[in-house]
């Protein structure tokens, strides 16, 4: 009886478990131009309606991931996510980064779910790196600023806010800067 066959297939399972972790991530798209052309539109946006329509584009552009395997752990993270399985999103979104560093929505799905289990700490971490990687990301940056109210730096979470609203003036955050700088509502 020959053993080495029964030996290939836990190998050939952990080789197909580790997937993306074996290879290597492609280049996330260019979405420079998308962006500016969304960023256009919402300044030029008439109604909080109508930018929220528009700013839904930045999300399509901003969760293309980088090739399918990225793709199929952001969105496990993501429905995850949703159905607040945190462990599960964390463990898919954890994938992502290891295997896309340079992928900016990665960290950003992350440092979601860390802020929902309110790990704010770890959360901030990740936001910091998404903006480093794309300091246009309006959702990373009003994250940041929830993030650093959560940490009870309002002083931070307003210039965060204040940086994610010069991209976006429509955000619904924007209620929050009042109370952020010490302006009556």
């Known amino acids: 009886m020959r053993h080495y066959g029964t030996m290939r297939v836990p190998l ?7 997937g993306p972790a074996l290879a290597d991530c ?5 979405i420079a131009a998308g962006e500016t052309a969304l960023f256009d ?4 946006a008439e109604t909080e309606m109508a930018a929220r329509e528009i700013s839904g584009g930045l999300w ?3 969760t ?3 090739d399918p395997a990225a793709q199929a752990l952001l969105d496990r993270g993501m429905t995850a996510r949703a159905a607040f399985d945190f462990l599960a999103a964390r463990e898919a979104l954890d994938r992502l980064v290891d295997y ?12 979601f779910v860390s802020f929902l289990t309110e790990d704010y700490a770890a959360a901030l971490d990740d936001l910091e790196v998404a903006l480093a990687l794309n300091p246009r990301h309006v959702g990373a940056l009003s ?3 929830l993030t650093l109210i959560g940490l009870e730096r309002k002083a931070e979470a307003e210039l ?26």
């Open 12 to 18: 050939l399972l952990l080789l197909i478990a580790a």
């Open 26 to 30: 492609p280049a996330a798209p260019d």
């Open 41 to 44: 539109r919402i300044a030029e």
């Open 60 to 62: 399509e552009l901003w």
């Open 64 to 66: 293309q991931a980088p």
């Open 100 to 111: 896309c560093p340079d992928y900016a929505e990665g960290w950003n799905q992350r440092a």
């Open 143 to 145: 994250g940041k600023a």
């Open 160 to 185: 965060a806010l204040r940086a994610a609203l010069a991209l976006n003036p429509w955000l619904s955050e924007r209620h929050l800067l009042p109370g952020l700088s010490g302006e009556d509502i």
